[in-house]
């Protein structure tokens, strides 16, 4: 199975503010029976500043969501300033969000909301869109 979300504007998205970059960035992720997810993460032509970091977020689309997983930033992989962030994520890397239904560690909650489309990446930007800059709804797709 291969799971790809493309980050194009999305007006308002409830308090993330998000914006088409100068290319369209997406992740690809492709999962490995059920005990990892791949993934790599292409961005440029941000302009909110420095990337402060890339989530994956639990939330449909125009709603905003908590952290599942860190792509980079936090205490993880720093974020490049544009490129691609590739890495691995298993369930020691799920954080949640708990309060909406996947506690950290649940990977395989993880994958059933990345498939049923209401997980979303999220890159966000400081000074100027820490709320999120760019983001895209994760499903199904088949682009390498």
Same mark, same amino acid.
């Given at each position: 199975?291969?799971?790809? &979300?493309?980050?194009?504007?999305?007006?308002?998205?409830?308090?993330?503010?998000?914006?088409? *970059?100068?290319? %369209?960035?997406?992740?690809?992720?492709?999962?490995?029976? =059920?005990?990892?997810?791949?993934?790599?993460?292409?961005?440029? =032509?941000?302009?909110?500043?420095?990337? *402060?970091?890339?989530?994956?977020?639990?939330? $449909?689309? +125009?709603?905003?969501?908590?952290?599942?997983?860190?792509?980079?930033?936090?205490?993880?992989?720093?974020?490049? #300033?544009?490129?691609?962030? %590739? +890495?691995?994520?298993? *369930? &020691?890397?799920?954080?949640?969000? *708990? &309060? $909406? +239904?996947?506690?950290?560690? %649940?990977? #395989? %909650?993880?994958?059933?909301?990345?498939?049923?489309?209401?997980?979303?990446?999220?890159?966000? @930007? @400081?000074?100027?869109?820490?709320?999120?800059?760019?983001? +895209? $709804?994760?499903?199904?797709? /088949?682009? /390498?």
């Amino acid at each position: 199975m291969r799971l790809l &979300a493309r980050q194009v504007a999305e007006e308002g998205a409830r308090g993330v503010r998000v914006r088409r *970059a100068r290319d %369209e960035p997406e992740a690809v992720a492709p999962h490995d029976g =059920g005990v990892a997810l791949r993934f790599r993460l292409n961005y440029t =032509g941000l302009e909110g500043g420095a990337v *402060a970091a890339a989530h994956i977020h639990f939330g $449909q689309r +125009g709603v905003n969501g908590g952290v599942s997983a860190f792509l980079c930033g936090g205490s993880g992989t720093p974020c490049p #300033a544009s490129g691609t962030v %590739e +890495g691995t994520i298993t *369930a &020691a890397n799920v954080v949640g969000p *708990a &309060a $909406q +239904g996947i506690a950290p560690g %649940e990977f #395989a %909650e993880l994958l059933r909301a990345m498939g049923l489309g209401v997980t979303y990446v999220n890159v966000h @930007t @400081t000074p100027t869109y820490p709320g999120g800059e760019i983001r +895209g $709804q994760i499903g199904y797709g /088949d682009r /390498d």
